[in-house]
């Protein structure tokens, strides 16, 4: 096939359609229709917490944009593990620097709902609005939330 044939079986989008600079767009893996069934490895799936429409939130009050950010540490939940992650699980508050692992956007996942006396055993879809792969190795350390009451006065 020669490329006016190409061109002609496949519209090319235009600038115009494709926003790259949404926080929705960053890391786009062209997973739309997909949802990540299960890691592999020492994966980890997570989502930030300290992102807003594109803008980061330090504790300090600062605000810095997310694409500017490279010497920053970030915080995420986890959603995810990999089989062979052995310090990390689902739920987890995780700190590890904005330089590692895969950005990925919104990205839909799926959970597993084990059987309850009102609900029997199934799989659920879920969002990760800022999503992020990344190995259990980058990560420096799991937080406690002390906003949660674990603060001793």
Request: glycine share 8%; charged share 25%.
């Given at each position: 096939?020669?490329?006016?044939?190409?061109?002609?079986?496949?519209?090319?989008?235009?600038?115009?359609?494709?926003?790259?600079?949404?926080p929705?767009?960053?890391?786009?893996?062209?997973?739309?229709?997909?949802?990540?069934?299960?890691?592999?490895?020492?994966?980890?799936?997570?989502?930030?917490?300290?992102?807003d429409?594109?803008?980061?939130?330090?504790?300090?009050?600062?605000?810095?944009?997310?694409?500017?950010?490279?010497?920053?540490?970030?915080?995420?939940?986890?959603?995810?593990?990999?089989?062979?992650?052995?310090?990390?699980?689902?739920?987890?508050?995780i700190?590890?620097?904005?330089?590692?692992?895969?950005?990925?956007?919104?990205?839909?996942?799926?959970?597993?709902?084990?059987?309850?006396?009102?609900?029997?055993?199934?799989?659920?879809?879920?969002?990760?609005?800022?999503?992020?792969?990344?190995?259990?190795?980058?990560?420096?350390?799991?937080?406690?939330?002390?906003?949660?009451?674990?603060?001793?006065?």
């Open positions: 096939m020669n490329k006016e044939q190409l061109l002609d079986t496949y519209q090319a989008a235009s600038y115009s359609d494709i926003n790259l600079e949404s929705n767009c960053a890391g786009d893996m062209a997973l739309r229709g997909f949802a990540v069934k299960k890691l592999y490895d020492d994966f980890v799936f997570a989502d930030y917490i300290d992102v429409n594109g803008f980061i939130k330090h504790e300090s009050g600062l605000v810095t944009i997310e694409s500017n950010a490279t010497k920053t540490w970030r915080k995420a939940r986890v959603l995810m593990v990999g089989p062979a992650c052995r310090n990390t699980k689902v739920g987890d508050i700190l590890f620097p904005n330089d590692k692992g895969l950005p990925c956007g919104e990205v839909e996942y799926t959970t597993h709902l084990e059987e309850s006396e009102l609900v029997p055993a199934q799989d659920i879809i879920e969002v990760a609005k800022n999503g992020i792969f990344l190995g259990e190795h980058r990560i420096f350390a799991t937080l406690d939330n002390l906003n949660n009451g674990l603060h001793k006065s």
